[in-house]
């Protein structure tokens, strides 16, 4: 089992810049995909990016190609996001999950696909 918990998150006025992180507890971290989904007021939660166990492939919505880069980093249990160029749209309360058992390239992008999620933290983006 993992537990998740992501911080970053926080108020940031449009065309700025955020880094998220999600920290894994356990020893097999290596072992999990990782995605960041996010779920804006009223809307169902949504697909941002995802990233095998071994870091490639990843995987982006197209809202936010070219715009947000996941990345982890395997010593350190931990996954990042980073947001550039962030605009109103943005906002939402962005969660970083967990998959496991999959080959490198079989990497997921729905929500019922992942089995640990973390608590989320919120990015509201002011215009």
């Known amino acids: 089992q993992v537990q998740l918990v992501e911080s970053g998150g926080g108020l940031v006025q449009a065309g700025g810049s955020l880094r998220l992180s999600c920290a894994a507890s356990?020893?097999?971290?290596?072992?999990?995909?990782m995605a960041w989904f996010r779920q804006a007021p009223g809307k169902e939660r949504e697909f941002v990016a995802a990233?095998?166990?071994?870091?490639?492939?990843?995987y982006y919505a197209d809202s936010v190609k070219g715009q947000f880069t996941i990345s982890r980093d395997n010593a350190k249990n931990t996954v990042y996001l980073q947001m550039n160029s962030l605009k109103p749209d943005d906002t939402a309360v962005y969660y970083c999950?967990?998959?496991?058992?999959?080959?490198?390239?079989?990497?997921?992008?729905?929500?019922?696909?992942?089995?640990?999620w973390g608590q989320g933290t919120q990015v509201t983006v002011s215009s």
């Open positions: 999950a967990a998959d496991r058992g999959r080959p490198y390239f079989d990497v997921r992008r729905l929500v019922t696909d992942y089995d640990y």
């Open positions: 356990g020893r097999t971290f290596s072992a999990y995909s």
């Open positions: 990233i095998s166990w071994s870091s490639a492939p990843t």
